[in-house]
């Protein structure tokens, strides 16, 4: 939302301040007379806030009134029991807070505030029985005769300050609802019935709070008869909600029981009976008695509920079970109704009453008068149990019991000052239906700035008198046109004022980027507000600079007159170069590790060896400890190919001597670069020194040359391990040599040996042999 306010203000082309906040809530007015640059309109002056506060204008001069909120009337709702002795008034009950409300609106900024609602136990009830009549009723009717006292008494259970009231109506008295023929016209019933004459609406009790007399009256009646099966109903409905005096209602809860078995006429069937004119909502009762039901058509629909909803009429249709779907459609249509299945002979009727004001009283609906044109109004509600509704649900709560307190978020807002030009203040009025308690808001209109009340008629900042300096410019007056209202409508030549927008005598008018008006250019504005032409041409613009990397100035300055102006540390013309040499400091904390320049930030290498982002990387140079081995030789022990001209050469650092390795500094141990380096003499043994520079000057550490000792370890353990396999050789060749001579003189016995071959004495042979002692040899 921002962001469409952000080109509204700056493309509204407002001329004045009350112009400029009617654009938007977050669009402001700079009234500084010096705040606008040469080529600049006028309505440059109309800009969000912030934008104004960036293009320099004072806050002290920004004109940007706010709505407000004032509550007149607020007096808290009423904790009343029913068993307390005092009794109140009905208007002494208050269920709605706050009562009256004035709001300050600005075109675009809702203004919110809070309406609470608290169910008042022991409110006053007005009931009126309006009963259909007509010959299917007859049934019902006795069973309605002792209605009254039977209702008198489940309903002390609610409330002990209870009225009822009784009507009944039938049908339009012409033609073709009922027989106008004089028999049939005096007893429209058929047969032995005795009925009494067919009538549109009669009052038969007044609401009264004595259940007998309802009871006497309404057993004194009779049933009547029609020809159509639609009722007039709606006739009957109507005059019981307009004719306030003639039934009695008073400023309480209103209920109005509807009975019937049948359906209803509604607007255009009086065309049936030649009746054309529409139903004018007025009361029409004489004798309570409905008087033009032959004079004005059937109510419609739409006009039901207006009048109903006006006189805080809340409906119970008690209806048989077939017409059930017939008055659940009109139910729909008509707010704080209800519809219950009245048994056959109405025998159910006290039930079926109370359940529908208690489903009718556990809920509240909120609903508002007209809105002036280009009011909006919108509610939240925060219902039982802190349940949340927003759009239509946020008109209304269910299930609250007595003594529950809700309350609504109601934010209303003005999109513009009332077209005819009045300021005037507007009063609307919301009010839960079905009760007679409102709240009065009272609407003021900011159509335009505090300083216009201060200005200056005829001025002389304006150009000979011919306009009103206000809020830090010319209003000019009619006919008059131009930044100082210089030039009249009807008297510019347009040839002679051109010559005054062309710069250096050229050809384009005002460089092809605003419109002469007046002889002064008037520099066009651009669909992105931030992008502005000004000058006296509208020869400059603050978008058309050099840019780096895809950004107006390199991100680093702001753009006048098509050239950067660069923010401190950057330089260049896209402001691309940054002054900072922070990116160019190597490890050493040398910039360019002393051997480059800082060039914008960035480092270029004198010495073409050296590269990297710091000149630090040298692929063809010598490592440090090769660098600088042979100075440490020469210098730490006299040695080396450097020996004789070591005091020219090696004079460069500052030599530290320690005794032992360990002693040699560490790099966690410090907080400049350190190197480590580990080199052979000429001896050929190692030697160590560390290499550092340190604010400047060079420092070098080193340890006596001597001889390394893991070769000597590794030596020792490696000809230990070679003596143990020779003789694991040597034992294992003298083991083999031994075992070949014990099976060579094992071979040699073998053969030697003689073995005994004499017969084993205890051995038995396995063979018996037997002689047949009958064979003869043959």
């Known amino acids: 939302r921002y962001v469409i306010n952000f080109v509204t203000c700056f493309s509204a082309n407002a001329q004045s301040c009350g112009e400029c906040i009617q654009v938007a809530e977050t669009c402001g007015w700079c009234s500084d007379e010096t705040f606008l ?5 006028k309505s440059a002056r109309c800009d969000d806030l912030e934008s104004l506060k960036k293009r320099n204008c004072d806050v002290a001069k920004i004109e940007n009134p706010r709505g407000s909120i004032s509550i007149d009337k607020n007096k808290p709702v009423t904790n009343r029991k029913k068993d307390v002795a005092e009794k109140l008034k009905p208007e002494q009950i208050t269920q709605i807070q706050p009562q009256k409300l004035t709001l300050t609106l600005r075109s675009g900024e809702p203004q919110t505030f809070e309406l609470k609602f608290k169910r008042a136990e022991d409110y006053p009830i007005d009931l009126y029985y309006l009963m259909d009549l007509s010959f299917s009723m007859k049934d019902d009717l006795e069973n309605v005769k002792n209605l009254g006292t039977d209702l008198m008494r489940e309903m002390q259970e609610i409330t002990s300050d209870f009225q009822i009231g009784f009507g009944s109506f039938v049908e339009k008295t012409v033609m073709p609802y009922i027989s106008t023929t004089p028999a049939r016209f005096k007893n429209p019933c058929t047969g032995n019935q005795n009925c009494t004459s ?12 004595k259940g007998d007399e309802f009871n006497q009256l309404v057993s004194q009646q009779q049933i009547s008869g029609n020809l159509d099966s639609p009722e007039g109903g709606f006739d009957a409905i109507m005059q019981v909600a ?8 008073r400023n309480v809860t209103r209920l109005l029981v509807f009975s019937t078995d049948a359906g209803f006429h509604f607007a255009g069937d009086g065309k049936l009976g030649g009746i054309v004119l529409p139903n004018d909502g007025k009361c029409h009762m004489e004798d309570n008695k409905y008087t033009m039901s032959h004079y004005y058509d059937y109510p419609s629909i739409a006009h039901l509920v207006q009048k109903l909803s006006d006189h805080n009429i809340q409906t119970i249709f008690a209806v048989t079970e077939e017409f059930q779907p017939v008055y659940k459609e009109l139910k729909n249509l008509i707010p704080k109704s209800a519809v219950g299945t009245l048994s056959s002979n109405s025998s159910n009727v006290i039930k079926l009453i109370i359940d529908a004001y208690n489903s009718l009283s556990s809920e509240v609906i909120l609903e508002n008068g007209r809105l002036p044109e280009g009011v909006s109004i919108t509610y939240k509600s925060i219902c039982k149990n802190g ?40 009063t609307i009025r919301i009010k839960p239906l079905g009760f007679t308690e409102e709240v009065e808001i009272v609407l003021n209109f900011i159509c335009d700035c505090q300083c216009a009340t201060e200005g200056e008629p005829d001025s002389k900042k304006c150009f000979e008198g011919n306009g009103t300096f206000e809020c830090g410019a010319c209003k000019c007056n009619d006919g008059r046109i131009g930044r100082l209202c210089e030039c009249s409508k009807d008297e510019v030549r347009t040839e002679d004022l051109d010559a005054n927008c062309r710069k250096d005598n050229g050809t384009d008018i005002c460089s092809n980027n605003g419109d002469c008006v007046c002889g002064t250019c008037e520099c066009k504005k651009r669909e992105n507000p931030a992008e502005i032409y000004s000058g006296k041409y509208c020869e400059c613009d603050n978008f058309n600079c050099d840019r780096s990397n895809n950004k107006l100035c390199g991100g680093h300055g702001r753009c006048e007159c098509r050239k950067c102006i660069c923010d401190a540390n950057y330089t260049g013309s896209a402001c691309d170069c940054s002054l900072e040499t922070s990116t160019c400091l190597a490890k050493n904390g ?20 050296f590269q990297g982002p710091t000149c630090e990387i040298c692929p063809t140079c010598p490592g440090v400890c090769a660098e600088h081995k042979d100075c440490v030789q020469c210098r730490a022990f006299e040695a080396g190919e450097k020996k004789d001209t070591c005091e020219r050469d090696c004079s460069y650092f500052q030599l530290i001597k320690v005794k032992d390795r360990n002693q040699l500094p560490q790099p966690t141990d410090q907080s400049f670069p350190l190197t480590h380096c580990k080199e052979r003499d000429a001896n050929d043994c190692w030697f160590y020194y560390t290499y550092a520079i340190r604010n400047d000057t060079k420092e070098v550490y080193v ?15 490696a000809g230990i391990v070679l003596i143990g396999l020779a003789l694991l050789l040597i034992w294992k060749l003298l083991m083999i040599i031994h075992d070949r001579r014990e099976f060579a003189k094992f071979e040699k016995e073998k053969m030697n040996a003689k073995w005994d071959t004499g017969e084993n004495p205890i051995y038995k042979s396995a063979v018996t042999t037997v002689i047949n002692p009958k064979y003869e040899g043959k």
């Open 242 to 249: 307009v004719c306030e005096e003639q039934i009695g209602w």
């Open 387 to 426: 349940v949340e509704g927003t759009g239509e649900n946020g008109r209304k709560c269910s299930n609250i019991s007595i003594g529950d307190e809700v309350s609504f978020k109601i934010s209303i807002e003005s999109q513009k000052c009332p077209s005819n030009g009045k300021t005037e203040p507007e």
């Open 590 to 609: 040398q910039i360019c590790n002393g051997r480059g320049t800082c060039d914008c930030g960035i480092c270029k290498c004198t010495n073409p060896k």
């Open 198 to 209: 067919p009538f549109s609406y009669k009052n038969v009790l007044k609401l009264t709070d």
């Open 37 to 41: 640059t040469v080529g600049e309109s």
């Open 703 to 717: 340890c006596p040359a001597g001889p390394d000792i893991i070769p000597i370890v590794a030596g020792v353990v």
